[in-house]
């Protein structure tokens, strides 16, 4: 069977899962007095967290980014991973003793203010969006490579899906649906590294695979090859950065504050009902997020090598195009890679440099963003292997795009709407805006997705710098401050936000052409510029606070409350 | 050959008609009947499946009903019955009530024929019982309505008379001795006239007579009269065609017997519930209270036929349920002293909603004062135990999940229940959710008014928790309306042949869940779900028509549930075919779950922010 | 590893609580003892009863006793057997059949069924027989379930049969031959059943 087809069949499959499960989580009535009284383990609970977390950018394009970039593309492993401990442990403890359901909630109750509301409501949309675009660019490289379609028709049908599944199905919210997800998910990342670390290593497990020799006999160690194989092209050292230290510590830093404030991902911690069990199941879910992030590395160096190897050929001669492998000729067709015969010799050769660059030797432009969908083709390994890594792509989009559109419609339509434009619409009238406001969030996303201002991993960076320059300062400081006022918190949130926004649109958009490290305030790239927000965020909360009135004491004595280890009870009662 | 139980053997041949039959014919019935255990909720069964049989009543009560709903006879250990349509091969037309469950013994009708056929006394014996039933029952039918009743067995038996000498003073003095509203005036055994409270008002006093004055110039002479004998349907008649309200009543040869008021005829239609809670409220011991307790299924039959709203039941029940409750604990008061300090006895659940049906179980607690001593604790707990267990003996269940004053747990102060209400409030597990289905709908039954707003108060403080109305709004989203993919009724199977829909659980439930979340998040201190939408109101959280919407499908889904459960079929309660339905009806309940099913999700996507 | 049979077993267990209780077949087994310790004590005489669709058969009614019989102690003074009953009783053998055949296929009920089966496994061990019961129900086990459940304190006696069956308003049975205390079960456990199901019907697991 061709894999089309095993797409197909293998994804019908993943989805028939998901349904199935869904329904019959409805249909599982409780009786009344007999109430086991558990709920979802918290194993369970940590693997719907895991999905949640690991979205189409974990699944699709970090390899992908380290496969290019080597050591620097590590700084979005370090910092997601980092990400997630400081949610985990810092916000959503105290979040939850709070009692506050969504971060603009916090914020709005906490700095006693609509206005603080409405901004952190503004800032949690806007970050949503930007978080999607990367999603439907994701689900569109499946889409365009497995229906043989190009990018554009590939974003369009996941548009569809993805709309279908978050708004029309109501699969968001079970608990093992998104277990399902990622038992897909981790599967489909899984299965391919290990058969390729078995193949070119002998080892089984690909993180040791990773650091062995190659099994070719040559007893070079994989590692080494690539940072052979990355000087000849022209490369930088795969092992060794080209960022500065200080640029990678910011963007680390930011990926990691960034994510910490994502709305999606705080709201898991709150639907266990269990303290205990809220540990339990985040230990849990760095366990399962580990699984996959260990792996990353491995597959992405394994996935270089042999990408390499074949289009420049064992002996670094090049392919002919004619007798090229069926995978370039696969992904030529989507658009994701192009191949111009500069020197006219029929032969492929890649290297350093752009293809549109006459002075370059190189003639294929690879995206990056189908190196984890390639690789198993790549490795000539089965066709239902790369069918199944389809149905983990789709997965880890599915999961994470359903919850953060979840977050756009019930923030426009009851946050803003209900809550503080017309207090009194239908509740049909409501869920019709939230409706209304998903299928625009998906064609906007779309529109990104299509015409995408970075690749995705960086479209998502951007997202998480803008969540560490507004959000997390707040709720660090609505946590941890109990002198902070509404009036420091807003004004913070508000020059975060748009010293980052602005840099970034300044380097990317505006005058893309000056985007070098020269340019850069203090060396920091607009990746990593989050973390300067960040600073500013509390410079300027700050010195307003200075200048304006405290806080009101019951407010301070709530604030000292939830930072109590026994918890909100003390305050609220008496 | 099957051993015999010499128990069953020995008390068969205690009955009519084995003790008169050789033991061969006990042994042959004992080894051959069945036993089973007969409850109210599974009678259907035995009873309507399975071909005739003949019962013996080894254990319990039951009331033997016609079709016509009249009871033919109460059945208790040694009673036969099933054994006329053996005997005529009819289909069963009287059912049971089971008023005690109990065990049965069951022979088929093969082996019946068999000791019908072997042993003559046998057959002489149920062939007499049968013509029997036939005659009483008849009987009974004749004497159904009491309208149809001799005055003799109505009227206030000893009369009060006064010659027409009498001074209008000495009269009322003497209708104030005896506690009467009316005075006969006679002549030897002569009836000359009467006069009534009323007369006194306007004859006398309003017309400035002087009190002095003999009492013939102010009663009303040669009155309208009715003879002992007389149909209590002529004594109506007569006072509603004349508006008067009190006859006196003669003897053959014109001897006045006695009077006989208005109120006496009213008193005999009996389906006055606001009388019977009147009469809870006074009655002055713990066996009056019960006996009372035993007319409520009676009456609610009665008063279901008569009114239009019956979701007024509901309300009636619980009314009923308060004064059983507030009586037993002033009476258990007055047995063992007054209370030690301030407390009050508080219901949950459907009590507390007002929405109680014959079927409801206890859901009660007490509530202490603060500064209880641990002595005093233990009155308290004898006070819970002994009032529910009386409760039961009133016929209102026991609380399968123990919400009971009986229970430990059911008893504290302010702070102890307040701490239980964190517990569930600051861990929503599915056990805790549906503790705040339970305990969150509370009202106040008898004692301290403060305590019970303290406890509100502190309930007020601790429910601002976000976390708990999302979980609360997940909870609810776990139960579904019985509506499919494609607009078709989603039936159930349950415990019966029939197919059938559940109205309460999948819609009434629901709804009383979706308003408690709503009521609670703004901090309306109702039980009943029509006065906490009422409330409603007034809040933003609802959009006025989500109120109203919500309302009409309670009423509607509640109006509908009510009639079935007169009605039913086989079904399990609460539950419809809606085969039964016409296609409006079909039509209108499906609209209903839409709109239940609309509520839900909203409340989902509004607390909880899950799926659209 | 013992996987696969314990799937099974596990497997086969799910269904059977998950099948409604009026579709077992029951058979409700009472033992005369001439004491608690199975070996040392001996088995004087047994009982049984059928009990389908939540109806108690006594056509099916089985009683047997044990000819083999040694010490009669206690049982002559309390059940009223004597010596010439025993004459007409069965071998244990005989007896241990009986019970294998009316048991096998069938959910088993005892009143403290730990005692009785106790004594039923240690004889068929004896005689090499495979009693196989599809599930063991024990009606004093539920009784304690539901007291605990209802915060009411245990006693001594407060779980005898004839003390649990006054719970539920049963009648009080003068005799206390096994047959007698087999029916007393079986009724014991239809009104728990009752009472414990509300009327409702419902799964094996609400007992079990």
């Known amino acids: ?574 | 050959m099957a051993a015999q139980v010499q128990d069953v053997v020995e008390f068969s041949h205690k009955q009519m008609p084995f003790s008169h039959l050789p033991h061969g014919a006990t042994s042959y019935f004992a080894r051959h009947l069945q036993v089973v255990y007969l409850t109210r909720e599974n009678q259907m069964q035995w009873l309507q499946t399975g071909g005739v049989n003949l019962y013996l009543v080894r254990s319990g009560v039951f009331d033997l009903v016609s079709i016509h709903g009249d009871t033919i006879a109460r059945l208790t250990e040694g009673d036969y019955f099933g054994f006329p349509s053996l005997l005529t091969g009819d289909k069963i037309q009287s059912h049971l009530q089971v008023v005690t469950a109990g065990l049965l013994y069951v022979l088929d009708q093969q082996s019946f024929d068999y000791l019908r056929r072997e042993y003559r006394g046998f057959e002489q014996h149920f062939v007499r019982a049968h013509a029997n039933r036939l005659l009483s029952s008849q009987y009974k039918t004749r004497d159904q309505s009491w309208s149809e009743r001799k005055i003799s067995e109505l009227m206030s038996s000893n009369i009060i008379t006064a010659s027409a000498q009498v001074s209008i003073t000495e009269a009322a003095m003497k209708m104030r001795h005896y506690g009467v509203s009316s005075l006969v005036i006679t002549d030897e055994n002569t009836l000359l006239g009467i006069v009534t409270d009323r007369d006194l008002r306007n004859r006398v006093l309003a017309s400035d007579i002087a009190p002095s004055t003999s009492i013939q110039s102010v009663m009303t002479k040669n009155p309208k009269s009715i003879f002992e004998n007389n149909r209590a349907f002529s004594a109506l008649h007569l006072m509603l065609k004349h508006n008067i309200h009190h006859l006196p009543v003669l003897d053959e040869a014109y001897k006045p017997l006695g009077v006989i008021t208005s109120t006496d005829l009213l008193r005999q239609q009996k389906s006055d519930p606001v009388q019977l809670i009147g009469k809870i409220y006074k009655a002055s011991s713990v066996a009056e209270v019960k006996r009372y307790s035993s007319d409520i299924p009676e009456l609610l039959k009665q008063f279901s036929n008569n009114i239009e709203d019956i979701s007024v039941i509901g309300k009636l029940l619980s009314g009923l349920t308060d004064a059983l409750t507030a009586r037993l604990v002033h009476l258990y008061q007055l047995e063992y002293g007054q209370a030690p300090c301030a407390f009050s006895w508080i219901c949950f659940g459907s009590q507390a909603r007002e929405e109680q049906t014959l079927h409801s179980d206890q859901d009660n607690g007490i509530l202490l004062d603060a500064n209880i001593t641990a002595k005093q604790r233990v009155y308290f707990a004898h006070l819970g135990a002994t009032v529910c267990e009386q409760l039961v003996e009133c016929g209102i269940k026991r609380c399968p999940g123990n919400i009971m004053a009986s229970n430990e747990a059911c008893r504290g102060t302010v702070t102890q229940w307040q701490s239980r209400f964190v517990t569930w409030i600051k861990e929503p597990t599915p056990k805790a959710m549906l503790n705040c289905k339970i305990y969150f709908d509370l009202r106040l039954i008898d004692g301290s008014k403060s305590l019970y707003q303290d406890l509100c108060a502190a309930l007020d403080m601790i429910r601002r928790d976000e976390l708990f109305f999302a979980a609360m709004a997940t909870d609810i989203n776990t139960n579904s309306v019985p509506i499919g993919l494609f607009h078709q009724f989603k039936l159930e199977k349950g415990n019966t042949q029939h197919k059938h829909l559940d109205l309460k659980r999948r819609g009434i439930v629901i709804i009383n869940d979706l308003v408690r979340l709503y009521a609670l998040n703004v901090g309306i201190y109702k039980a009943n779900t029509l006065e906490r939408l009422d409330a409603l109101l007034k809040f933003d959280v609802l959009s006025s028509n989500d109120v109203y919407d919500l309302k009409d499908c309670w009423r509607y889904l509640t109006q509908l549930r009510l009639k079935t459960q007169i009605k039913r079929e086989g079904l399990p309660s609460n539950c419809i075919d809606p085969k039964t339905l016409t296609s409006l009806e079909k039509h209108q309940l499906k609209e209903a779950f839409h709109l239940v099913r609309h509520a839900q999700q909203a409340s989902a996507f509004k607390f909880a922010r899950a799926s659209l | 590893m013992g996987l696969y049979p314990w799937l099974l077993r596990y497997l086969r267990e799910y269904k059977l609580k998950q099948s409604y209780f009026d579709q077992q077949k029951y058979v409700i087994i009472d033992l005369e003892l001439t004491g608690l310790i199975p070996g040392e004590h001996e088995i004087v005489s047994a009982a049984w009863l059928n009990m389908r669709a939540s109806k108690i058969d006594l056509c099916t009614a089985g009683y047997m006793l044990n000819k083999e019989v040694q010490d009669l102690s206690q049982s002559t003074i309390y059940h009223g057997i004597d010596d010439d009953a025993l004459l007409e009783g069965s071998s244990l053998r005989g007896l241990i059949a009986s019970l294998a055949t009316a048991i096998n296929g069938h959910v088993l009920v005892c009143h403290n069924a730990v005692l009785d089966w106790g004594f039923i496994q240690r004889v068929a061990s004896v005689y090499q027989y495979r009693i196989t019961p599809k599930a063991i129900i024990d009606t004093m086990k539920i009784e304690k379930r539901r007291l605990l459940a209802q915060g009411r304190p245990l006693t001594q006696d407060s779980l005898t049969l004839s003390a649990c069956r006054a719970r539920y308003g049963l009648p009080e049975y003068k005799q206390h031959d096994a047959l007698c205390d087999a029916l007393a079960t079986a009724e014991l456990l239809l009104a728990q059943y009752s009472a414990i199901s509300m009327g409702r019907r419902e799964k094996l697991s609400i007992i079990i």
């Not at chain 1, 890649?350 to 189908?370: C, F, L, Q, T």
């Not at chain 1, 806080?551 to 609220?572: C, F, W, Y």
Request: one cysteine or more; proline letters at 4%.
């Open chain 1, 1 to 574: 069977m061709d894999v089309q087809n095993l797409t197909f069949i293998i994804v019908g499959l993943s989805f028939a899962l998901y349904i199935g499960i869904a329904i019959w989580a409805r249909a599982g009535s409780t009786n009344e007095f007999y109430v086991a009284g558990g709920g979802v383990p918290p194993f369970a609970n940590g693997m719907a967290t895991a999905a949640d977390w690991m979205s189409a950018a974990s699944f699709i394009s970090m390899a992908g980014i380290i496969s290019f970039a080597g050591y620097d593309g590590g700084v979005y492993l370090m910092g997601w991973t980092g990400g997630y401990v400081l949610l985990a442990l810092c916000l959503a403890p105290y979040l939850r003793k709070f009692g506050k359901f969504t971060v603009p909630d916090f914020i709005g109750d906490r700095y006693y203010s609509q206005v603080a509301r409405i901004v952190a409501i503004l800032c949690a949309i806007f970050i949503c969006f930007t978080y999607i675009a990367g999603q439907m660019r994701g689900v569109g490289v499946v889409f365009s490579r497995f229906l043989e379609v190009d990018i554009e028709t590939g974003v369009y049908i996941g548009m569809v899906i993805v709309f279908f599944y978050a708004v029309l199905g109501g699969m968001k919210g079970i608990t093992y649906t998104q277990v399902a997800q990622y038992c897909v998910l981790v599967f489909a990342y899984l299965v391919p590294a290990i058969f390729i670390s078995l193949m070119m290593t002998g080892h089984f497990l690909p993180q040791t695979g990773f650091g062995a020799t190659l099994a070719d006999g040559s007893g070079m160690y994989v590692l080494d090859k690539l940072d052979g194989l990355s000087a000849e092209l022209g490369f930088a050292q795969y092992t060794e950065g080209s960022k500065s230290m200080i640029d990678v510590f910011a963007i680390t830093a930011a990926l990691m504050v960034g994510t910490a404030g994502l709305p999606h991902v705080i709201v898991r911690f709150f639907t266990v009902p269990r303290v205990k069990d809220t540990r339990i199941s985040a230990a849990w879910t760095l366990v399962f997020i580990a699984i996959v992030y260990t792996t990353a590395p491995a597959v992405a160096s394994f996935a270089r090598v042999n990408m390499v190897d074949t289009i420049n050929g064992k002996d670094g001669s090049g392919t002919l195009y004619s007798e090229a492998p069926a995978w370039v000729k696969n992904w030529e067709r989507t658009g994701l890679i192009t191949f111009e015969d500069k020197n006219g010799d029929g032969k492929m050769s890649y290297s350093a440099g752009k293809v549109s660059d006459p002075n370059s030797a190189n003639e294929v432009k690879i995206d990056r963003d189908i190196m984890v969908l390639a690789n198993p083709e790549i490795a000539d390994l089965p066709a239902w292997v790369i069918a199944l890594v389809a149905a983990g792509g789709i997965a880890a989009a599915l999961s994470t795009t359903a919850g953060l559109l979840l977050v756009i419609s019930t923030s426009v339509s009851h946050d803003l709407l209900k809550r503080t434009l017309k207090p009194d619409i239908s509740d049909k009238q409501e869920l019709l805006a939230a409706r209304l406001a998903a299928m625009v969030a998906i064609v906007i996303s779309a529109y990104f997705g299509i015409n995408p201002p970075g690749f995705v991993a960086s479209v998502v960076a951007f997202a998480f710098g803008l969540a560490a320059a507004s959000f997390f300062p707040a709720i660090i400081m609505g946590i941890f401050s109990k002198r902070m006022n509404k009036e420091g918190a807003i004004a913070g949130m508000v020059s975060g936000i748009t010293f980052t926004a602005a840099y970034i649109i300044y380097f990317k958009f505006v005058s893309p052409e000056l985007n070098t490290p020269a340019n850069w305030l203090f060396g920091i790239s607009p990746e990593g510029i989050g973390i300067v927000g960040m600073a500013v965020n509390f410079l300027i909360a700050a010195v307003v606070l200075k200048l304006t009135a405290d806080t009101p004491k019951e407010v301070q004595d709530m604030v000292e409350s939830i930072r109590n280890p026994k918890g909100s009870l003390a305050a609220h009662v008496h």
